[in-house]
């Protein structure tokens, strides 16, 4: 099964919003054992809607919407829906119930405007949006015949004649239209559509497990130099296992994917014959966050940490604490921006502060003692540096960052330069990434 | 002047990376007056390469695509664009040596497959990039007889004979591919491609300033009671100025666009009507973060400000200090996981704990004003809640969040329930953007 996903919206096209729902998005379909082929984000423009519905439906069976089914002016994907598929709304009166439900202690939200989001496309199935008003639309099993919308009847051209006067659809292709808003598009995917999919797809042509992907963490390698030390394992995958380089912030992910060819187990005798080649590099054989794995090794190990942030500004907390559960090892942060919270909060000594200055290893250093200390934790890490992009000196440009790990054998520290050219925000993610990555080699180690 | 971007690469199509690319290009592109019709996504396959750029250039004069520019076996990007432009693969000197001088450093980054990267399409313009090894190339000026990719010449079909039998492209159409790494990317888009783009339309069709967006800032609404409200005002607008609602988070965005054909002065006019309506939800009168508008508002009063964090975990520090600069105003912060940091560092005191809890009005009164003392500041904020997914408890489900602002005028404490449905990172964003929010108000109310 092929789906494309098709955002629309102004603000993605403007740059006001990143889409961050179709990444979730194909990462969910692939699990059911659906391939994303193409996403194609365009304007809330009737004619260009029209259009790439029209093209997505040449090369996939099903196709998601996201985004422009609000109440207000500006959206027109339902309209355009149901002129794409020759129909017209008619008011829900589940929907209608539902929105008064959900609206019972907001009553400035339930007004006339609210009241269009129970107009449904009279063709389509309808799908609970259970912490929304837009509904979901799903449009499937229609008939040919209701396919009315044809370039000749509408009052404006479109682009090109040619591209809509074939009709692509026939079942079992199928469009889902979403909102939006990530919070209602996922709970709708993960609640209704999902499961609306591989229950009607069913020993068909929808197999889960069909895709599969394998990925594998290393750090402390150039991605071409790890090309070619494992050339000959490269040399050696099927055509049908297909190897990709994701290299970000000094972590290069290394994937295998194979689409319906190869079977998991099969992946992972490549995975095995490869672990002895990248040993000194290796920092977890799955495609899990840094700051998951930290957490599940602080867990099985029993350890607790605490942080001492300067120049991450509370940013290695935060990404520590993404993870549910966070509080069994995570103890606490002192984000010392200003130097007194450094010395009076985590007992730096006024001598090092002014013999040294705030970005040096003995700050960061007594920093890292100084939490541990304070929250009576197993580990600490302290950052220290100039984030930029103000700041810099000659002696310390822009992107200077000391890092010091607290143990309990000793504390060790180590000076990273990011680079002046980086943005503030790429050299706080840079030292969080470090910073993490050496606390993952430590517990490894100590292991 | 029209642009599309296609994003090449299978990560974006598996959903392992989210493209942040788009989103930052399209800005940048709309400020020197060039507009985004569509964004693209697409694997790293020959035959999709080759037809979205054949559509592309239907539509668009510019064409940029994103990503497939590493050295090893999975990036097709530059061998492709050879196969499109009928051109092949040249050794560029200038090349060689920045990249030379690139890993100076770092020997193990330069071998054979670095030396790929100094390899580049005849025809092409190479624009450097500064910060790595892949050559930004510029399609340009480029004869129609050059253009020898045809359907008939390749050896494997493609998608549709007909979609590839004309060529759209005559000059001044171009196309420029940049490396998918963002920080490569921003930086050949800000040195090097938007300067050259500028130069080279420079008094022809492109005019920096033709396309303007106004945006104004809104909480405490509904969105679609606004519409009502502003119903009269929108009606009124003329046609090609572009109204939009972008909710999210509790705030909503109000956008007015236009694309050439009103002035920043007319937009002005019709902003200036529609203050007097909304004055009660006005956050902003521009596109700005909260982060960057309470970071102002601290700077111009002349405040510092500290925060206490258990559920948000250090998101609301690092959501602060994401502001160069801010190191003016923001102290520091003490994220408390565990309610002995809550005790011992923030002076909480333990009956309080004992009776009312850690998510309580008292605890996170307690917080705010005790990091208040600590860290000396004018205001603080302290957040205690259950961001989930466990954790929750009948009478204090997941997403119950108190929020306390202690101010030189006393301390005030609300509870919000942002919904057990949604997921730990929403809950948490929730609650760093309902705590700035309400210091904004703080802040505009005291001046």
């Given at each position: 099964m092929r789906a494309e996903i098709i955002t629309i919206g102004d603000e993605l096209l403007i740059g006001q919003v990143v889409d961050t729902n179709s990444a979730w998005m194909a990462q969910r379909l692939n699990e059911v054992g659906i391939s994303l082929h193409q996403i194609t984000s365009v304007h809330d423009n009737r004619e260009h809607i029209l259009t790439v519905l029209d093209e997505a439906f040449s090369r996939a069976d099903i196709v998601l919407t996201t985004g422009g089914?609000?109440?207000?002016?500006?959206?027109?994907t339902k309209h355009v829906m149901c002129e794409f598929f020759g129909t017209q709304l008619v008011e829900d009166s589940f929907v209608r119930a539902h929105i008064h439900e959900l609206y019972k202690d907001r009553p400035d939200a339930l007004n006339r405007l609210t009241a269009t989001?129970?107009?449904?496309?009279?063709?389509a199935t309808i799908l609970p949006n259970r912490v929304g008003s837009a509904p979901i639309m799903v449009f499937d099993e229609f008939k040919v015949e209701r396919l009315k919308f044809k370039v000749n009847e509408t009052s404006e051209a479109v682009t090109s004649d040619s591209q809509l006067s074939t009709f692509n659809i026939q079942p079992p292709k199928l469009l889902v239209a979403l909102p939006g808003v990530p919070h209602e598009m996922k709970i709708a995917m993960k609640e209704q559509v999902l499961p609306y999919l591989s229950l009607k797809f069913k020993g068909d042509s929808l197999k889960p497990g069909d895709i599969v992907h394998r990925t594998i963490l290393l750090s402390g390698i150039p991605e071409s130099k790890l090309a070619i030390l494992i050339e000959g394992w490269e040399n050696a995958l099927p055509s049908y296992i297909h190897l990709a380089y994701l290299p970000k912030d000094g972590i290069i992910r290394l994937r295998l994917s194979s689409y319906g060819e190869a079977t998991e187990e099969e992946l992972q005798a490549y995975i095995d014959a490869l672990l002895p080649l990248i040993n000194d590099y290796l920092l977890a054989t799955e495609d899990i966050s840094l700051e998951a794995l930290v957490g599940r090794l602080l867990k099985q190990q029993n350890k607790t940490i605490a942080t001492a942030e300067s120049c991450t500004g509370g940013r290695l907390a935060a990404t520590l604490n993404?993870?549910?559960?966070s509080s069994a090892y995570y103890m606490g942060s002192v984000v010392a921006y200003d130097n007194s919270i450094k010395e009076h909060v985590l007992g730096v000594q006024r001598d090092t502060l002014m013999q040294y200055g705030a970005v040096s290893e003995q700050t960061v250093r007594e920093m890292a003692e100084g939490v541990r200390a304070l929250m009576h934790t197993d580990f600490a890490i302290a950052t220290s540096g100039i984030a930029g992009p103000?700041?810099?000196?000659?002696?310390?440009?822009?992107g200077t960052v000391w890092i010091a790990w607290a143990t309990p054998n000793g504390t060790e520290a180590r000076c990273f330069h990011f680079g002046a050219a980086r943005e503030r925000e790429q050299i706080t993610q840079r030292a969080v990434t470090e910073a993490i990555v050496h606390l993952i080699k430590l517990l490894n180690t100590n292991h």
């Open positions: 089914l609000g109440p207000t002016k500006d959206d027109i989001q129970w107009l449904v496309p009279e063709s993404t993870q549910s559960g103000t700041g810099g000196t000659p002696d310390k440009p822009v």
